[in-house]
């Protein structure tokens, strides 16, 4: 992804996208002291931008980095982005961290906070496949507890197991592996989370131990203005067999389907088409 024509925006300014570096002495790629937002542009304007601006400054902040931009600097940045590389239909990731100071070691107190901005056109995360229901594998890692690492950040250090657990699934011929949080429950796929339907009603695991994703949030606001019951509670595995449909929420997932995990099969049903569709025309409103 590195040698192609393009521009970054880069610590307030746009840069050729061959020459956004950084220096092998950087704080985050030691110490993993970065964090980043995921965000989608439809034909133009990003949706929710502004939320993911202020989200990408919370997990900053979480992990005890002062974001040297405002939220509006922010989304300012992000369209400077797309502008210069006219892109309409585009992925967006911001990135923050820690670069290289006076010294080279945990403390970074004297490290400068740096930010930049990519975006690039992107289609569907899960493929074709989506409509015939993603396969997940169980992941053999847990999400941490939130006395463990600060859970409720977009932050780099958090996806060290998402990698490991998707190249698993993946060699499983799986699309994405589901985590269980530490205590055994149902928590979150590697880049988006859960939802399921039982009889029409929708339950999804409590958002207080992973990323409370803006999909998820927008989601369920939609179907609870639809009149579905939407149930926030904990999940047992268990209980994977009383749901009839399964499906994922992210920026990049969008609404994806799930057909199967494990050895449990979920049906592509009508509340999945509908919430998809409806996110879909959301987004393009
Ligand atoms: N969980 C994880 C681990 C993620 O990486 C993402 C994608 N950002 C999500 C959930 C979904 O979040 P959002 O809907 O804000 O994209």
Same mark, same amino acid.
């Given at each position: 992804?590195?040698?192609?024509?393009?521009?970054?925006?880069?610590?307030?300014?746009?840069?050729?996208?061959?020459?956004?570096?950084?220096?092998?002495?950087?704080?985050?790629?030691?110490?993993?002291?970065?964090?980043?937002?995921?965000?989608?542009?439809?034909?133009?304007?990003?949706?929710?931008?502004?939320?993911?601006?202020?989200?990408?400054?919370?997990?900053?902040?979480?992990?005890?980095?002062?974001? &040297?931009?405002?939220?509006?600097?922010?989304? !300012? /940045? #992000?369209? =400077?982005? *797309?502008?210069?590389?006219?892109?309409?239909?585009?992925?967006?990731?911001?990135?923050?961290?820690?670069?290289?100071?006076?010294?080279?070691?945990?403390?970074?107190?004297?490290?400068?906070?740096?930010?930049?901005?990519?975006?690039?056109?992107?289609?569907?995360?899960?493929?074709?496949?989506?409509?015939?229901?993603?396969?997940?594998?169980?992941?053999?890692?847990?999400? &941490?507890?939130?006395?463990?690492?600060?859970? !409720? /950040? #977009?932050? =780099?250090? *958090?996806?060290?197991?998402?990698?490991?657990?998707?190249?698993?699934?993946?060699?499983?011929?799986?699309?994405?592996?589901?985590?269980?949080?530490?205590?055994g429950y149902v928590a979150e796929?590697?880049?988006?989370?859960?939802?399921?339907?039982?009889?029409?009603?929708?339950?999804?695991?409590?958002?207080?131990?992973?990323?409370?994703?803006?999909?998820?949030?927008?989601?369920?606001?939609?179907?609870?203005?639809?009149?579905? /019951?939407?149930?926030?509670?904990?999940?047992?595995?268990?209980?994977?067999?009383?749901?009839?449909?399964?499906?994922?929420?992210?920026?990049?997932?969008?609404?994806?389907?799930?057909?199967?995990?494990?050895?449990?099969?979920?049906?592509?049903?009508?509340?999945?088409?509908?919430?998809?569709?409806e996110y879909e025309n959301?987004?393009?409103?």
């Open positions: 992804y590195d040698d192609r024509d393009g521009k970054i925006w880069m610590d307030g300014k746009l840069v050729e996208w061959r020459e956004a570096n950084v220096h092998i002495l950087t704080h985050a790629l030691h110490y993993a002291s970065s964090v980043f937002e995921g965000e989608r542009c439809y034909s133009g304007k990003i949706f929710k931008g502004h939320e993911h601006s202020l989200r990408l400054i919370e997990s900053a902040r979480l992990l005890d980095m002062q974001s &040297p931009y405002s939220a509006e600097e922010i989304d !300012a /940045a #992000k369209t =400077a982005v *797309l502008e210069a590389n006219g892109f309409k239909d585009a992925y967006v990731r911001a990135v923050m961290w820690r670069g290289s100071g006076e010294d080279m070691g945990v403390s970074a107190r004297r490290n400068p906070v740096r930010m930049a901005v990519a975006a690039w056109e992107w289609g569907s995360y899960y493929g074709d496949a989506k409509w015939q229901g993603a396969k997940l594998d169980i992941a053999k890692w847990k999400r &941490p507890s939130p006395e463990t690492i600060p859970t !409720a /950040a #977009k932050a =780099a250090g *958090l996806y060290m197991i998402c990698t490991m657990s998707k190249h698993a699934a993946e060699e499983k011929g799986c699309s994405d592996a589901l985590f269980m949080d530490w205590e796929a590697t880049g988006a989370n859960i939802f399921f339907v039982k009889d029409g009603e929708v339950h999804t695991p409590l958002a207080d131990r992973f990323l409370n994703g803006i999909t998820r949030q927008t989601v369920i606001q939609m179907l609870k203005d639809n009149g579905t /019951a939407v149930h926030e509670r904990r999940i047992k595995p268990e209980e994977l067999d009383s749901f009839q449909e399964c499906f994922l929420t992210g920026t990049a997932a969008e609404v994806t389907p799930v057909g199967q995990i494990g050895d449990w099969h979920f049906q592509v049903g009508d509340t999945t088409r509908k919430i998809a569709e959301l987004v393009r409103a």
